[in-house]
């Protein structure tokens, strides 16, 4: 007997009665099927018989959604690619969802309707979906969206009897004012507050519709302000664009940054670069000096300039930009003067609107210090001292030009002398206020000099004499002024009754006259 094709021979079906056969106690009839033992211990029939019993324990069969749903089984995860696309994917429907929902929020019930459709992602394997495809998240009820307050009808009420609500009710009213918020100004947060079911007060509205209004024309005066304004330390765009034009054209070489700030300038530091022509000489430092273009220093300026008969025809007080222009070519032509007399001062190199390029008094970006910030010896301020009533007088000799500002502030000390700047205020000795800027000049200087320890120094009526030429005797101060002021007046009726300028002394010590 082969002992591998066992196999057992079925039952024959003995004699007896046929309802043995068909008894429900009865033992079924077992047919076995037969097979090899090579059959049994195969790893095919294994798999087989454990699905069999898998499909008998759980009868329902889980259907797959067809479509480009990415698994397991057909994908080989171990591909970055492969998993970055999935999350993509998933990123890109819910980013879809979520236009949706904010596009069927945004337009509610509304005839005109806008549309996202052209910031939806629309993924490569998104392509077999179709587009009236409605995400489940869109027809639930959205809890975060308010709901609108409802409208009045033209007959402005609704409801009957005790039920009735006008459109003058405090609830409905204040829904209404809550949903007008959404109207302010974007920069003006108004929060949630129709989600909140807040109700405002016509009162309370209307502060806060007052109160956005002025934060909107604020914020377009500070931009306005920046745009078109100098600040501390910093251009305005145009100014940036005439400092590039000068770079550009190669008369700068570079600009380093800002060595000085000022109530109506900003200076620069930079070195210079070639001339478009060659008798114009460019030094190799040079200060860029910005004139500041707002008018909260220059508001109480403009008697230095409306009072210059050279700018009085051109004077505006209607246009800040024309004064502050004017300030800068005043003084241009006040350094072009100092300079033909041979007076120490910065070299004009060019001037371009309120932009004035002129020479670096320093070297090597350092500037020079101030008179009331060096140290000198006792001879050196002695020096200083002669050195400077000998510059007033040149100025007010030679040039026809009162500082009307000079002190140890604007006294540059560089390479053993003083150079005098900041001379856009100096006006001419005729001017109606001269003698009094004259007067506070002697003033400034000989207090300066007192302090220092220079026993030379003249006291200012004194000064005033020496530098004017005039010879005003009053015992003090009092009478001094009285007197340059009845000088002064007589000047101004001289200039009402001839219209031009002269000069109301006849001496040897009187300015020249300088018509322009």
């Known amino acids: 007997m082969d002992p591998v094709g066992v196999a057992a021979a079925p039952p024959e079906a003995g004699p007896g009665p046929a309802w043995r056969s068909k008894c429900p106690w009865g033992a079924p009839n077992t047919t076995s099927i037969s097979c090899s033992l090579a059959d ?7 798999k087989e018989l454990q699905l069999e019993e898998e499909n008998a324990a759980f009868p329902e069969v889980v259907a797959v959604a067809e479509g480009p749903f990415i698994t397991g089984e057909n994908v080989d995860t171990s591909s970055d690619l492969m998993l970055a696309q999935m999350l993509q994917m998933e990123f890109d429907r819910e980013y879809d969802a979520q236009l949706r929902r904010e596009e ?15 910031y939806r992602k629309v993924h ?5 979906s179709s587009e009236d495809e409605v995400d489940w998240q869109d027809t639930r009820h959205d809890p975060y969206r308010a ?8 007959k402005g009420f609704i409801g009957k009897g005790k039920d009735i609500t006008t459109k003058h009710d405090e609830v409905v009213c204040g829904r209404k004012n809550t949903a007008r918020m959404e109207n302010f100004a974007p920069e003006f947060q108004v929060g ?3 989600g909140m079911d807040l109700k405002l007060s016509n009162q309370v509205f209307n502060a806060l519709k007052q109160h956005a209004y002025s934060e909107e024309r604020r914020s377009a005066r500070l931009h306005e302000k ?25 008369m700068l070489e570079t600009i380093t940054g800002c060595i000085s700030t000022g109530k ?3 200076v620069f530091h930079a070195y210079g670069g070639k001339s478009a022509t060659e008798d114009k000489v460019i030094p190799p430092e040079c200060a860029i000096k910005v004139f500041k273009t707002t008018l909260n220093e220059f508001k109480n300026r403009d008697k230095y300039i409306k009072d210059d008969y050279r700018f009085k025809d051109r004077f505006s007080k209607l246009n800040p930009r024309k004064i502050i222009r004017m300030w800068a070519e005043k003084e241009m032509h006040n350094l072009t003067r100092m300079q033909n007399a041979g007076i120490p001062c910065p070299q004009v190199v060019i001037l371009k609107k309120h932009v004035l390029v002129m020479s670096f008094i320093g070297q090597d970006q350092v500037p020079a210090p101030k008179l009331k910030d060096v140290t000198l010896s006792s001879e050196d301020m002695k020096k200083a001292y002669y050195q400077v009533l000998n510059m007033m007088q040149q100025l007010y000799k030679e040039c026809n030009l009162v500082h009307a500002d000079l002190s140890e502030y604007n006294m540059l000390w ?9 001379v856009s205020q100096s006006v001419e000795p005729t001017h109606p206020h001269g003698l009094e800027f004259l007067f506070r000049d002697c003033r400034n200087v000989s207090q300066f000099f007192q302090k220092g320890g220079v026993a030379e120094a003249l006291n200012e009526r004194e000064l005033f004499n020496a530098v004017s030429g005039f010879n005003i005797t009053a015992d003090n101060e009092v009478d001094f002024q009285a007197e340059i002021e009845a000088l002064e007046k007589m000047n101004e009726d001289h200039v009402q009754n001839h219209g031009k300028k002269l000069s109301m002394f006849s001496s040897d010590g009187d300015p020249p006259i300088y018509d322009e």
Do not use: C
Request: no cysteine.
């Open 226 to 250: 920046k745009e078109h304004s100098t600040a501390e330390k910093a251009v305005d765009p145009k100014t940036r664009l005439l400092l590039y034009k000068m770079v550009n054209s190669g």
């Open 124 to 128: 490569p394997y998104d392509s077999d």
């Open 40 to 46: 049994v211990m195969s790893e095919q029939l294994a």
């Open 192 to 194: 949630d507050g129709i």
């Open 264 to 266: 109506e300038s900003v």
């Open 147 to 154: 709901d609108k307050p409802t409208t009045t009808p033209r």
């Open 104 to 118: 069927k929020k945004i337009n509610g019930d509304s005839k005109v309707s806008i549309s996202f459709e052209n």
């Open 414 to 422: 560089h390479d053993g002398k003083v150079w005098l700047i900041d």
